[in-house]
Nanobody, 128 residues
Framework: QVQLVESGGGLVQVGDSLRLSCTVS????????MGWFRQAPGKEREFIAA????????YFADSVKGRFTISKDNARNTAYLQMNSLKPEDTAVYYC?????????????????????WGQGTQVTVST
């Protein structure tokens, strides 16, 4: 079992930056990838970014490419989502997720089906 806890959400202004953290506990050795998703009110949850456990490969949604970065600190069992130049459309609940090697067949890195472990979510609100 893997437990994920997000932190760092809050209320910011347009153009501000925010860093989300996702701390992992439990069977961390079983994790292959870490991902970030978000869900805005009335919308489906969407992929934002992902990183493999080595940190060598990253993936981003087109909507955040160039503004968001993803990283991880294996020593701290923590993944980060650095969000810059925030826009009102970035307002959502942000979720951290983890996939295991034996879950990869369930979908692509962009699909939430691939990720078997999820955090509780953290709210990010960008005001004008």
């Amino acid at each position: 079992q893997v437990q994920l806890v997000e932190s760092g959400g809050g209320l910011v202004q347009v153009g501000d930056s925010l860093r989300l953290s996702c701390t992992v506990s439990g069977r961390t050795f079983s994790i292959f990838e870490m991902g970030w998703f978000r869900q805005a009110p009335g919308k489906e949850r969407e992929f934002i970014a992902a990183i493999n456990w080595s940190g060598r490969t990253t993936y981003f949604a087109d909507s955040v490419k160039g503004r968001f970065t993803i990283s991880k600190d294996n020593a701290r069992n923590t993944a980060y989502l650095q969000m810059n130049s925030l826009k009102p459309e970035d307002t959502a609940v942000y979720y951290c997720a983890a996939s295991r090697l034996d879950e990869l067949y369930k979908g692509t890195v962009y699909s939430e089906r691939r990720y078997g472990s999820w955090g509780q979510g953290t709210q990010v609100t960008v005001s004008t």
